[in-house]
């Protein structure tokens, strides 16, 4: 675990090593540091084999790297950083959407490239962010819609395959009629649908129109009322009266 001096010094080499736009970074003392360590913590993920618990261990490893991030996205000027958008990818893979959000329009401003990666930064955060909304509402993990939305705004209509923005408004359309907002959620699910035919979103589809359609006013039921029956009277038990004599 870092001190909180070496976390400052992390910050500080960060913010003048980003500054170096004629130099690529790699030439700079710390970010070299920080290259070593990200090997290191690479090497050990690869010696795992369970998506989950890979996970956690990102989510473990990343708070190192928050300074080095702060620094950068403090003082950068559009230098290559592997470790910037490494550790993007990684607040993603560990379903920390609104973490990776912060890097987001740093890394699409200037055109960074993921290393190790071959798609591009819009294409990556688009798809990953949807992967990740998807594991989250199916554990039941809160998921704002509005980093959602924003990602979608962030990339503007940068190339990538319309599967992947599919996936994007798929889920989005599940939140949205999750939450009783069927018209929203129509408007995302229907773009996916025109996207990718098998996104699989007809039966979502069709049950959000269902809620929209106006339900019938319900018809009063007339009921006649019946001529109420009176009760006999029950005889009276017992000898039945004595007759009076006649006096003769």
Known sequence: MTSP????????????????????????????????????????????????????????????????????????????????????????????????????????????????????????LVEDVALSAERCRKAGTPVAISDLLATLELVGDADMPEEVRAKLHKVIGLMLSEAGDFSQALEHLNIAMRKDKAAGVKKEIQRCESALKPKPAPVAKRTTARPRKTAATPAKRGRPPKAKKVAG
């Open 5 to 124: 001096a070496q976390r400052h010094m992390m910050r500080v080499s960060a913010m003048e090593a980003a500054q170096r736009v004629d130099d690529p970074l790699r030439h700079a003392n710390a970010y070299e540091q920080m290259l070593v360590k990200l090997a290191a913590d690479r090497a050990k993920l690869k010696q795992i084999y369970s998506i989950e618990r890979k996970a956690d261990h990102k989510r473990a490893m990343l708070p190192a790297y928050a300074p080095w991030v702060a620094g950068v996205l403090a003082e950068g000027r559009g230098a290559q950083d592997d470790i910037l958008m490494t550790v993007m990818q990684w607040r993603l893979d560990a379903d920390d959407i609104p973490g990776a959000l912060m890097i987001a329009p740093y890394a699409l401003q200037y055109k960074l490239v993921t290393p190790n990666n071959k798609r591009p930064a819009p294409y990556l």
